[in-house]
């Protein structure tokens, strides 16, 4: 039985898959009198049909040509499957049905894992989608990929001699070419590399290694198999491209300029380019573009309405900010200022006590550590706009002598500078009337 690992590997593309299936794998075929029975299923050599043992039948009757296949099902998408009677305990993504013959009879099957479903289904729509569906025609169909991976792993390798390129370099072009790759399963697949050279060659990737490493790990199986689906092959036609476009992603009445203009935009490989296809890469690189986010770009930028006064909105607020654990014993720290300044945080609680010579900030009546009122403020005036331009309200639970008092005030002007509110006389607004958009970058002192 294939491990779900290797089952990941063999995504990388439809010939992976074709070898897969060619070493073949133990399934469960379902018949109409609701029997089920194991049979190990695999792929011939010449890719001519599909063959099952053990059997009691003849061998050509234990067989499905590739030629009488009409269509691949996944899930209880078949007559046959609907019947009540099926077993309903199986993963409907380990299931599918292949359709064959004039009568478009079903060949009922339930994979090992979904993975390895997808696998058979990728290989199969492979098979019956390609015009010569002979192994060396669907490697063909990976030298573009293949041939810019070669031209960005020589263009890194041009100032090294034997044509080899050390691991600090690998990992670099690698989180070049796909920025989302994770940089502790480039490492980890670098060690594996290593384990099987001799000292001599350790630390250094060749252009097949490299290749290969590149395939295994940037390959992601679910993006992979979502090409497959509107293609049948291993990369999308312009028109194939442009159903994805309209049918999928619900963008109608794109015109082909535009969709070339997208392939353009994200297909790394200029043969593929020039060609107008998207490989494997440039769809991956587009689903996981800013086109592609959940998140409404518009968004970005503040959409509410900011020009209320500022008592209409809920103010995001912090109690004790200045506590990092308990109430009663923990550190004070202006990380904790820091800290909910960097989340959105625009309301900070300071409770201030006098000091020997200068202010402090601390719990009153309890053990936790004290800190200088002065270091809080001037964390409060480099931090608070970081997240927000909006303005941040600094609560003062004053318990400071009159002397003291006056030391708040002189640092509150010498370190909050032009970003101190001070309302006077001759504001434009009342008070109670000043909006989050009239008091952006201010810092206003509520007592």
Known sequence: MHSQSKVELMARASY????????????????????????YFRLLDDLSAIRWTPTTKKTSKAQLMIEQIKEIRTGRNCE????KDYPIHYNEERIFSILY?????SLDLIAHSPEEASIWVTGLNALIGASKATPDAIDDRQTLRETWLQEMFEKAS???????????TCIKLIKRLDSHVALVRVKQKLQEYDMGKTDGCRGRIDSQEFIDMFKEIAT?????FLLIRYANKDYLTLEDFHLFLEGEQGEAGLTTEKVIETIEKFEPAPEARKNRQMLIDGFTRYLMSEECDLFDPAHRAVCQ????????YFISTSHNTYLLEDQLKGPSSVDGYIRVLACGCR????????????????????????????????????YAFDF??????????????VKQQKVIARLLKSLLGDHLYVHTQGSPKPLTELSPEDLKYKIIIKV
């Not at 018949?31 to 029975?37: A, D, K």
């Not at 992601?220 to 992979?224: G, T, V």
């Open 16 to 39: 992976d898959c074709l070898q897969y299936m060619i070493e073949g794998s133990s399934m469960v075929k379902l018949r109409t009198t609701n029997r089920q029975y194991h049979r």
């Open 80 to 83: 046959s499957l609907r019947n």
């Open 101 to 105: 013959g004039d009568n478009y009879d």
């Open 158 to 168: 041009k100032n090294n001699s034997g044509g080899f390129i050390d691991q600090t």
């Open 220 to 224: 992601r199986p679910e993006i992979y």
């Open 305 to 312: 309405d900011m020009c209320q006064p500022l008592v209409h």
């Open 347 to 382: 309301c900070v609680k300071v409770d201030v006590w006098d000091g020997h010579e200068e202010p402090l900030v601390y719990h009153g009546n309890t053990l936790t550590s004290k800190i200088p009122f002065r270091e809080v403020i001037h964390a409060i005036a480099t």
């Open 388 to 401: 927000s331009v909006y303005p941040v309200v600094v609560h003062l639970e004053n318990h400071c002598t």
